[in-house]
Structure formats: structure tokens, C-alpha cells
């Protein structure tokens, strides 16, 4: 899956792709630090998953990812696990919680990549009927 990751920390953005790189199915095609520049990316770019911060400088993640289409694919992220139900209303794949362990980092990216396969294979209406009427706890 081609993956980009959005956070206004260079920090967060390196070890997320850290994780990244250790992941086998995900190719990072490239890291922004605004949510501008990721939007302009992606026009131009096929884009299949997005590791998003909650709270990044200029837009809420959760406000910057409605505005994407639905079959990109977000997993959010934050120090705070209160936003982990803001993440819902956007259909997130997951959130993680930092420090993000490599654990729990790849049992999100496995999740994205069940979706994945699903909407490749053209399931799609499956995919949102699953998510409209179950919720994971």
C-alpha cells in the first residue's frame, strides 16, 4: 500500500517512518508537515493510506480527513487517547496512541491492509456496511 504520513513534528514524522520501513506491504512515498501540501500530493498521487496526527498545525485531523475521499484509508495518531472517539466519525482504520510500539503499529497496518484487499477486490459497499453497523471496542 502507498502510504504518506502527516505530522507537523519532524520527530513523529521520522519514526513513524521508521515503522514504516519495517513493514513489508507499505511503501512511504513521501511525509508532510501540513495538511496543504499533503492535499496537493495526493491530487497528483495514488494515495492508499494516510498516518495522520490528530492535531497538526492550521486543521484538526479529524476536519482534514473528511476531506479526503473514502477510499484512502487513516490511521490517526496522538499522545491522547480522548480523540480516539472523534476518530470514528471519519470511518479511521485505527489510532494509535504514542509512544506507538511496533506491536500495535503493525496490528494497524494489518487491519488497513484486510480493507485494503477488500476494496481491491471491489467490495467496497461490504467495507461500509460493515462499518455502518459495527463498531470495535
Known amino acids: 500500500m502507498n502510504c504518506i504520513i502527516i505530522n507537523d513534528e519532524p520527530i513523529v514524522r521520522q519514526a513513524i517512518k521508521i515503522l514504516?520501513?519495517?513493514?513489508?506491504?507499505?511503501?512511504?512515498?513521501?511525509?508532510?508537515?501540513?495538511?496543504?501540501?499533503?492535499s496537493k500530493f495526493m491530487q497528483n498521487n495514488v494515495v492508499d493510506l494516510i498516518f495522520l496526527d490528530i492535531q497538526i498545525s492550521g486543521i484538526n485531523g479529524v476536519e482534514f480527513a473528511k476531506t479526503i475521499p473514502?477510499?484512502?484509508?487513516?490511521?490517526?495518531?496522538?499522545?491522547?487517547?480522548?480523540f480516539d472517539v472523534k476518530s470514528s466519525e471519519v470511518h479511521a482504520i485505527d489510532?494509535?496512541?504514542?509512544?506507538?510500539?511496533?506491536?500495535?503499529?503493525?496490528?494497524?497496518?494489518?487491519k488497513?491492509?484486510?480493507y485494503f484487499r477488500l476494496?481491491?477486490?471491489?467490495n467496497i459497499n461490504k467495507i461500509r456496511q460493515i462499518t455502518d453497523d459495527y463498531f470495535v471496542i
Do not use: C, H, M, W
Not at 484509508?73 to 487517547?81: C, H, R, T
Open 20 to 38: 514504516i520501513e519495517k513493514t513489508q506491504n507499505l511503501v512511504l512515498l513521501s511525509s508532510f508537515n501540513n495538511d496543504v501540501d499533503a
Open 119 to 122: 476494496l481491491k477486490k471491489g
Open 112 to 114: 488497513a491492509e484486510v
Open 95 to 110: 489510532y494509535l496512541v504514542k509512544p506507538i510500539k511496533s506491536e500495535r503499529f503493525q496490528k494497524g497496518v494489518a
Open 70 to 82: 473514502q477510499e484512502i484509508f487513516v490511521i490517526f495518531y496522538n499522545s491522547l487517547s480522548v
